[in-house]
């Protein structure tokens, strides 16, 4: 099998890119999505890049099925003897077997196909001693055994239950299988239509891989009727060219005995599989159909990846968007309830109306910082509840919406420290207006400060500070220092909402959710299918 270089560096920036995808707000389908993702590099890993690379490498048979299908029974049996613990009860954990020709040991002693897992060599006591098996497998270990009994240029991979009740063995299972030649999907005839196995079968379709099925502990006397059934559900299934071996039920099945299989229960699979790996011209027809079906399913699987990462980006958008507007909006309102003065209710008023004889300038000063401390507040919390109206719908907000002012309990307090410091940047500005006139004339800075603040955010009803400060100051310091003050005020309004909205949308940054992912993605698919 001829391979351009042109090629193998077009998939290995495709799985690059297929590496950077992130998927991280839950939205409908994104479990889907990451599984694609997750199976893509695993085949591209595990199998395709590798398998392009070194042309020659042993074919890899991968034997899968459904729990107490026969699979390391029938491994076993294919190899002589007992390199796999067989048996219907399973250790919580199992770590995969495989299988090769002493001379075949070096392809799979490093990293060439599944890089992840450790190597593990284990003689055969040792491996089979009580808690090996979970040791191992706890770890992400592959057990190498070799045999003579097999032909140079293949091994057997013995794989977890596709069924197991242990998530991890699941997609190992499933993870092994997508690393083979040659897949062999091993049922039993108590079980042949359950819809595990179907789900394999369905997915070898999918990549039109190099597939063969077995037929496993099939009674003697129901061997034709069954046979049948099977065979019409694998044509009806569009599986109908599929290899099929049958294997009866014997007691070798339930581990009695030897627990090996008689040579003639195996022959026809195990001379089967040696023809594919001995026979130049099956050999290159099982690489090729598997190879070129993983690469053909690329142009399916690709572009819904590619979609699911643009459904990212899109509610990304619609989330920051909702979240701008629900602050834009109620910073306009701020504005707007500054300009009609209604920082002067409540305290702020009384202390206003009684300055300057029951009220000292720094009580007004001290009200007036209270009153738009909790107008800003009042401004942040509803910014929150508009946003939280507009995230209602939104699947992705889960991800991102445990920053709102309701569960921050330090939001008072950051807005409180806003208003303190542009009360100080105030009072510092009198006081450089003050330290610049005749000391016989300067007024008290506090009083300016006053006099500034209750004209800034008192509107109509505090003229008089106004007028107070032209008389004070001269009209045209007063003018100055209005406009100064004026900038002072609409910093600290915006810089409190900008702030609270950044706050909020941090979670949704960290993620980082960007759409060159997904241009990224069709790019390299262009590129694949240009050099295929």
Known sequence: MEVRPQLIDALSALRDRVAAVRLPLPLPGAPRARRTRDELLAQLDDYLVPRLKHPDAPLLAVIGGSTGAGKSTLVNSLVGRRVSEAGVLRPTTRTPVLVCHPDDHHWFAGVRVLPHLTRVWLPQQDAEAPGGEREQAEGGALRLETSGALPPGLALLDAPDIDSLVIENRMLAAELICAADIWVMVTTASRYADAVPWHLLRTAKQYDAALITVLDRVPHQMVNEVSRQYAALLTKAGLGHVPRFTI???????????????????????????????????????????????????????????GA?????????RLSGSLDESYA????????????????????????RGYPRDSSAAEVLDAIAESLTALLHCAVAAADERL????????????????????????????????????????ELTEEVVRDMEKSAAPDPETVAALLAAALLGGRRTRAAGELLAERLGAQSALRLRDKGGELVKD???????????????????????PEPQAELIAALSVLQKER
């Open 248 to 306: 009866p039920e014997l007691p070798e099945s339930a581990g009695l005995g030897s627990g090996l299989l008689p040579e003639s229960a195996v022959a026809a699979l195990r001379d089967w599989l040696a023809h594919q790996a001995l026979d130049p011209v099956a050999r290159r027809e099982t690489l090729v159909r598997t190879a070129a079906g993983v690469i053909d399913s690329l142009s399916a699987r690709m572009p819904d990846l590619a």
């Open 309 to 317: 990462v643009a459904a990212q980006y899109a509610a990304a958008v």
């Open 329 to 352: 909006r109620e910073t306009e309102r701020v504005r707007k309830q500054l300009g009609r003065g209604a920082v002067l209710a409540g305290d702020a008023r009384t202390r206003w």
């Open 388 to 427: 939280q109206e507009a995230w209602r719908h939104e699947p992705a907000a889960g991800a991102v919406g445990g920053g709102f002012a309701g569960a921050d309990r330090e939001c008072g307090e950051r807005i409180g420290m806003a208003v303190r410091r542009w009360r100080r940047v105030l009072e």
């Open 492 to 514: 600290c309004v915006e810089g409190v909402m900008r702030d609270e909205r950044d706050r909020r949308l941090a979670p949704l940054n960290a993620l980082e959710v960007s």
